[in-house]
């Protein structure tokens, strides 16, 4: 009688114990299949700068001369560098659009009052480096600028190649400009 019950007690653990469950193994791979098969796309945009960017510099020169230049990015202007797309995500750089006001003050005349925009450079240059260039500085060369005129370098950048354009701009006491191209690649 304790043989009977002995292996009827064998029995029943064995029942119990193979209930169907999943082994651990198993509910793993269940639990990465549904992972991945609810797994929404994900899409990564980066901008170069990240935040707004200005900078502002005042120059006088020679007690009667002011000089002005603010750079400064523009946030809903963005020219593309690079989009890459794979099954489930993508990824977007961009490179955010500068513009740049000039400011030129003689004996508290006002003699010139500019945007420097890629847009003012288009119609003068037409090649393709302009259609997704953008303004990356602009800057007052302080040692070729006298009471006469104000000597001004601009440099455009195309993100997309990495070609550059480097512009020098002279503005007399007029207020007349002429640009001339300096260097580029």
């Known amino acids: 009688m304790k043989k009977i019950i002995f292996i009827i007690s064998l029995f029943t653990l064995l029942f119990m114990s193979c209930d169907g469950r999943q082994s651990s193994k198993e509910s793993i791979e269940k639990a990465v299949t549904e992972y991945t098969k609810n797994q929404t796309s994900s899409?990564?945009?980066n901008y170069y700068p990240k935040q707004y960017t200005e900078t502002s510099k005042d120059t006088l020169i020679g007690k009667q001369l002011l000089v002005k230049v603010r750079n400064y990015s523009l946030m809903h202007q963005n020219v593309l560098i690079a989009s890459n797309k794979t099954n489930r995500s993508?990824?977007?750089?961009?490179?955010?659009?500068?513009?740049?006001?000039i400011s030129i003050q003689f004996a508290t005349k006002q003699v010139y009052n500019t945007l420097i925009t890629t847009e003012k450079f288009k119609p003068i240059h037409s090649d393709l480096f302009w259609d997704n260039a953008t303004l990356?500085?602009?800057w007052l060369n302080q040692a070729e600028t006298n009471s006469k005129f104000a000597r001004f370098h601009i440099?455009?950048?195309?993100?997309?190649?990495?070609n550059y354009k480097l512009f020098q701009m002279v503005v007399d006491m007029e207020g007349k400009e002429q640009f001339n191209l300096i260097e580029e690649s």
């Open 43 to 45: 899409d990564l945009i």
């Open 90 to 101: 993508s990824r977007t750089d961009y490179h955010r659009v500068f513009e740049s006001e």
């Open 136 to 138: 990356e500085h602009v």
């Open 155 to 162: 440099s455009f950048i195309n993100p997309q190649t990495n």
